[in-house]
C-alpha cells in the first residue's frame, strides 16, 4: 500500500508539473530551456579522450536526451539551440576536439575546460552539436504528441532513435571535416566508411547506450501517462478511462 501510494504521489507531481510546463509563459519556457543549455555545457566539460579521434566522449547526451523527456517539443529543441548560440557566441563549453586538454580543476581526472566561439564551426565536432538539436527536437516532439510515446517501449526506441540521429550528423559532419578541411586547412586524405565508424561512431555506442537508458528509466517515472495537453490520442485515453 505504501508503495502503491508514494507512486500515486510522484504521478501526480509530475503529472502537475508536465502541466505546468506546458502553461507557463513564454519567459519561465525560456528560463527552462537555458537551464538545459547549461546543463549540457556541463556534460561537455565530462570528456574521456580517445588516441585514435578528434572527437572525446563526453556527458553531453544524458543531458540532450533529458532535455527532450523534461522539456518536449519546442523547448528541449530550444535548449540545444541556445547551447549551441551562447557558445558560438564566445561562452567556453563546447567539448571541442582533444587538442591540449586542459584539467578544469588540478587533480580531477575527466573534467576538462571547454571552448567557445565560432571555431567550433570548423572543428570535427559541431555535426554532434547540430544532431543534439535534431534529436531534443524530433524526442521531444514525440513524448509530447502521443501518450503511447511515453511508454517505456516506445520511449525507448525514441531514444534510440534520437541517438541515432546524433551519430548521423556527428559522422557526415567529421567525414566532410576529414576529407576537405573546409577549405581552411589540408584535408586529411580520403576516409572509408569503416574507418569513420571507428573514428565517429563506435566508441560512443556502449556509453551512450547508458545514458540512454538512464533517461528511459527516469522517463518511465516521471513522463505523465495521462494527457496534459493536446496529445492526438488524449481524448481515446480519456474516453477509455
Same mark, same amino acid.
Given at each position: 500500500?505504501?508503495?502503491?501510494?508514494?507512486?500515486?504521489?510522484?504521478?501526480?507531481?509530475?503529472?502537475?508539473?508536465?502541466?505546468?510546463? @506546458?502553461?507557463?509563459?513564454?519567459?519561465?519556457?525560456?528560463?527552462?530551456? $537555458?537551464?538545459? $543549455?547549461?546543463?549540457?555545457? @556541463?556534460?561537455?566539460?565530462? !570528456?574521456?579522450? +580517445?588516441?585514435?579521434?578528434?572527437?572525446?566522449?563526453?556527458?553531453?547526451?544524458?543531458?540532450?536526451? =533529458?532535455? $527532450?523527456? #523534461?522539456?518536449? !517539443?519546442?523547448?528541449?529543441?530550444?535548449?540545444? #539551440?541556445?547551447?549551441? @548560440?551562447? *557558445?558560438?557566441?564566445?561562452?567556453? %563549453?563546447?567539448?571541442?576536439?582533444?587538442?591540449?586538454?586542459?584539467?578544469?580543476?588540478?587533480?580531477?581526472?575527466?573534467?576538462?575546460?571547454?571552448?567557445?566561439?565560432?571555431?567550433?564551426?570548423?572543428?570535427?565536432?559541431?555535426?554532434?552539436?547540430?544532431?543534439?538539436? =535534431?534529436?531534443?527536437?524530433? #524526442? *521531444? %516532439?514525440?513524448?509530447?504528441?502521443? #501518450?503511447?510515446?511515453?511508454?517505456?517501449?516506445?520511449?525507448?526506441?525514441?531514444?534510440?532513435? *534520437?541517438?541515432?540521429?546524433?551519430?548521423?550528423?556527428?559522422?557526415? %559532419?567529421?567525414? $566532410? %571535416?576529414?576529407?576537405?578541411?573546409?577549405?581552411?586547412?589540408?584535408?586529411? /586524405? /580520403? +576516409?572509408?566508411?569503416?574507418?569513420?565508424?571507428?573514428?565517429?561512431?563506435?566508441? @560512443?555506442?556502449?556509453?551512450?547506450?547508458?545514458?540512454?537508458?538512464?533517461?528511459?528509466?527516469?522517463?518511465?517515472?516521471?513522463?505523465?501517462?495521462?494527457?496534459? =495537453?493536446?496529445?492526438?490520442? /488524449?481524448?481515446?485515453?480519456?474516453?477509455?478511462?
Amino acid at each position: 500500500m505504501a508503495a502503491g501510494a508514494t507512486i500515486t504521489r510522484v504521478r501526480t507531481i509530475t503529472y502537475n508539473f508536465y502541466r505546468w510546463r @506546458f502553461e507557463s509563459d513564454f519567459l519561465v519556457r525560456l528560463g527552462l530551456a $537555458a537551464l538545459f $543549455a547549461c546543463f549540457t555545457g @556541463f556534460g561537455a566539460l565530462i !570528456k574521456v579522450y +580517445l588516441p585514435w579521434t578528434p572527437v572525446p566522449i563526453t556527458g553531453q547526451l544524458f543531458f540532450v536526451l =533529458a532535455s $527532450a523527456v #523534461v522539456l518536449g !517539443k519546442h523547448l528541449g529543441g530550444l535548449s540545444q #539551440v541556445l547551447y549551441a @548560440f551562447v *557558445g558560438i557566441l564566445g561562452v567556453p %563549453w563546447f567539448a571541442g576536439p582533444n587538442a591540449n586538454p586542459e584539467p578544469f580543476f588540478d587533480g580531477v581526472p575527466g573534467l576538462y575546460r571547454g571552448i567557445g566561439g565560432l571555431a567550433i564551426l570548423t572543428g570535427p565536432t559541431f555535426g554532434y552539436i547540430l544532431g543534439f538539436i =535534431a534529436a531534443a527536437t524530433v #524526442v *521531444g %516532439w514525440a513524448v509530447d504528441s502521443r #501518450v503511447r510515446y511515453r511508454r517505456p517501449q516506445f520511449l525507448g526506441l525514441l531514444l534510440l532513435a *534520437g541517438t541515432s540521429l546524433v551519430y548521423l550528423f556527428g559522422s557526415v %559532419w567529421f567525414f $566532410a %571535416w576529414w576529407t576537405t578541411g573546409f577549405g581552411l586547412v589540408t584535408s586529411r /586524405g /580520403g +576516409l572509408s566508411f569503416g574507418d569513420l565508424m571507428v573514428r565517429a561512431v563506435i566508441p @560512443f555506442i556502449p556509453l551512450d547506450l547508458v545514458k540512454a537508458g538512464i533517461v528511459l528509466g527516469i522517463g518511465t517515472i516521471i513522463l505523465p501517462n495521462r494527457p496534459f =495537453a493536446r496529445e492526438t490520442d /488524449g481524448s481515446s485515453l480519456n474516453a477509455a478511462a
